[in-house]
């Protein structure tokens, strides 16, 4: 049984809190005979929004939950709902990728990031702006990069790829930006290798970041992002696609020490 699998399996015997709520939500609304698309229009948001909050693919703010539960008539039960169920549900019901950073048999990680600083080595100002200040989820972010300082067993080996613009692209504002790369600079070392992809971007990762767990067996794992969600493969063909791929954008990465130097150029020039 692969680690996927047992991850499965587990959340079949308990739902994902989010999934929970969104159950709750459907079964509400169903009651009142009323469309996704006629109770989005009632309190001014998208059906496709709704349809991810029943389906546990988004995480909604508790002003969302109290304007359903008006439009609803579910007498506080949504928003009581909220905060047993959604308040600390960090992560998505699909974005399963921290339980593999957290597994004691990963040895290795490996991610090509085309957009943003991978998850493991944003400070808490960056995940902030990205995540529009939901401290939940910033907590959620900063907690899974716990595994880069364990002694017993010891951390994964992390080797990350960024696109050029990955440093170019303000996030927040100059003074994040800064303290960003700064970061970058700090965590670099040979057992967390952050290489540099100058621009023009190669076309192999144009289509959006992943990353690649190794485990003590040589079993591989991989997460793909695309612009609706996320996803964990376990394959053998997937994962050798993915992998040749980190392989030829590798292949056109600068040295480690180019990297810093590159970086250090790019916070001095770009973000003084």
């Not at 008006?70 to 709902?81: G, I, K, Q």
Request: with cysteine.
């Amino acid at each position: 049984m692969t680690y996927g699998v047992v991850v499965a399996v587990k959340r079949h015997h308990r739902p994902h809190p989010l999934r929970a709520f969104g159950n709750e939500v459907r079964r509400y609304r169903e009651r009142a005979d009323i469309s996704q698309a006629q109770l989005a229009d009632k309190i001014h948001i998208s059906s496709s929004h709704i349809g991810k909050i029943e389906r546990g693919e988004t995480r909604c703010d508790r002003s969302l939950a109290v304007a359903m539960d008006e439009v609803l008539d579910t007498r506080e039960a949504l928003p009581s709902l909220w905060d047993e169920l959604v308040k600390d549900a960090a992560f998505p019901t699909w974005f399963d990728w921290p339980e593999v950073e957290a597994n004691p048999d990963t040895i290795v990680l490996e991610s090509y990031e085309n957009c943003v600083v991978y998850g493991l080595l944003q400070t808490a100002d960056y995940a902030g702006a990205l995540l529009r200040g939901d401290e939940v989820t910033v907590s959620a972010r900063m907690s899974r990069q716990e595994i880069l300082t364990l002694e017993d067993p010891p951390p994964p080996r992390l080797c990350v790829l960024l696109a050029e613009n990955v440093l170019t692209n303000e996030v927040g504002d100059k003074k994040i930006m800064r303290e960003q790369l700064e970061h970058l600079l700090m965590m670099s070392s040979d057992r967390i290798q952050i290489h540099v992809v100058p621009n023009p971007m190669p076309t192999t990762g144009t289509d959006g970041s992943f990353s690649i767990a190794t485990l003590a067996d040589r079993s591989e794992l991989a997460f793909v992002e695309t612009a609706a969600r996320g996803f964990t493969l376990s394959e053998r063909e997937d994962i050798q696609t993915v992998s040749e791929k980190f392989a030829d954008i590798r292949a056109r990465a600068l040295p480690l020490d180019l990297s810093r130097d590159f970086i250090r150029r790019v916070m001095e020039e770009r973000w003084a």
